[in-house]
């Protein structure tokens, strides 16, 4: 099975809170997959594919 990362393993991976990963999500199309409404995950290779493609646009915006 692949490795998951949950929500706030990317705050910490990333250094930035809840609100941020959000807005991710919302704005950059990051891939979260929703267990229940307090858990949520997304796949290594999503993101990794997801970083390739979208934290350029991010980090431009910084």
Known sequence: MEKRITK???EKMYGV???TIENWVKKYDL???RVSPNKKYI???DLMEWEESK???I???V
């Open 59 to 61: 980090l431009r915006e």
């Open 55 to 57: 934290m350029e646009n």
């Open 43 to 45: 796949r290594k290779s």
């Open 17 to 19: 809170g809840r609100k």
């Open 8 to 10: 706030q393993e990317l």
């Open 31 to 33: 891939p979260l997959i």
